[in-house]
DNA sequence: TCAAAAGTGTTTGAATTACACCCATGT
DNA sequence: ACATGGGTGTAATTCAAACACTTTTGA
């Protein structure tokens, strides 16, 4: 069997990355997750919302295909990447065989709301964040993705500190408790959650406080990155 | 850009398997992890060991290949296989660019002992199980899998209940603790690893004992099949 | 009857939860 | 001064580890 014929039979190969970011909702304007999904103009599934990604270039690694459909899509750069999940059941594409493999990501509030890149991606129509909780009908499986994505996230923030990949450099603990929250998608005991924080060693204080609020200024902090934010497999970041 | 065109860009894709079963240690004697290694012989890394593994056929789901190679290999079928990664570093083939998708796979101790396949196996010179702590060197990056679908089985054995995929129908809780012990290399208490199992429900005594024991007869069990014996993720098993 | 593993009971300490309470600031 | 979120203290509870102890068999 000579390799053009292998590649031939070889299945299709693309990159996805379901992206989240925290974002007021629209309908209780409480923080919220929310990820960015693209219009499709061509079948199948034409019109269709579904995952950002597409074909992987000959020379690129993996985490860099997903980065680079990220950055074109949403303008932003993720403060978090990792592998999810390879998908390639047969059904799945409908038209030729394809094999993904999704990535997810966090992206930080702060950046978001950094310049005009909000504003710029706001008006291409074939781009749009959607609630996490409220999505439209997806394209292909991305739904089955999207919801197995969704449970890894939030899984993983009960045992690990990605939680600082969603805010900016210097925030306050009540900060970081509503990131939890919005996340977990349930209210958090103040006491308890600083003291989980502060024990954990994830995060030093500036020295700084936070003005300007009608009470007591709450202490800044910021994250210790002498301490691994992610999990400790031996495969390290990517 | 056509579709051939993209198809020859695209890289090749492999499925590989780390297959994991217990048995007797040459050296010490105790039980300890073994993985199955084929020896290749082409290059690259002609004459070294590799994980066992091939081409994704074109009408085949990728567990299916998995478990295809596998039983090809080992001529054993799986109790238990989950996808563990998909590997495309660029530099990790030195020929051409190849993303291989991962599994692993657990076979039964039981299983492996059945019959004679035992034997027919061992008889392929290029095909050898080896002491997963003791292995040769490894060509392309499988030690680096390797390494990583130890730390996924040790990790995943502290939280659910895939011991029993190493095991046969009916078993006795030492036997069980044994598969624990062997995996994760360490005694356990046979006090609390009772309470720890008898307190899951994955396991329902048969009302028989083993007898021929030199010393009290100890209980044996069945799975319990009513209660999930692996993780609550959304993807199910495979 | 004795050795050794099966199986039970109890104590200890760590970690989580719930919640009462004080502190400090803008209004 | 006071309302409110920042921040501290502490009792109740749950959970796992450690280990003493009793039971049952073959030799």
Redo the contacts with the bound molecule.
């Keep these: 069997m000579s390799d053009s014929t292998l590649a031939s039979m070889s299945p299709a190969l693309a990159v996805s990355t379901v992206v989240f970011s925290l974002m007021p909702s629209d309908s209780t304007g409480r923080m919220a997750l929310h990820i960015p999904l693209v219009r499709r103009i061509r079948e199948p599934y034409r019109g269709r919302w579904a995952l950002p990604g597409g074909p992987l270039a000959a020379d690129e690694d993996l985490a860099d295909a997903a980065r680079r459909h990220l950055v074109t899509t949403t303008a932003l750069s993720p403060t978090y990447l990792e592998q999810l999940y390879a998908f390639g059941a047969r059904g799945r594409s409908l038209a030729e065989r394809v094999v993904s493999i999704v990535y997810w990501a966090l992206v930080s509030r702060a950046n978001a709301a950094d310049d005009a890149t909000t504003a710029l991606v706001q008006s291409d129509p074939n781009v749009c964040w959607f609630d996490a909780d409220d999505l439209p009908e997806l394209a292909f499986d991305h739904r089955t993705i999207v919801d197995y994505a969704l449970w890894r996230l939030r899984t993983k923030m009960e045992y690990s500190r990605i939680a600082h990949a969603f805010i900016g450099d210097t925030f306050?603990?009540?900060g970081l408790r509503e990131v939890h929250e919005a996340v977990l998608g349930r209210e958090l005991?103040?006491?308890?959650f600083?003291?989980?924080v502060?024990?954990s060693d994830s995060v030093v204080p500036t020295g700084e406080?936070l003005?300007?609020?009608?009470?007591?200024?709450?202490?800044l902090y910021r994250y210790n990155h002498a301490v691994d934010l992610v999990d400790p497999n031996p495969l390290g970041r990517t």
């Design positions: 306050t603990l009540a005991d103040p006491a308890n600083r003291r989980m502060e024990s406080f003005t300007g609020t009608p009470h007591r200024p709450p202490r």
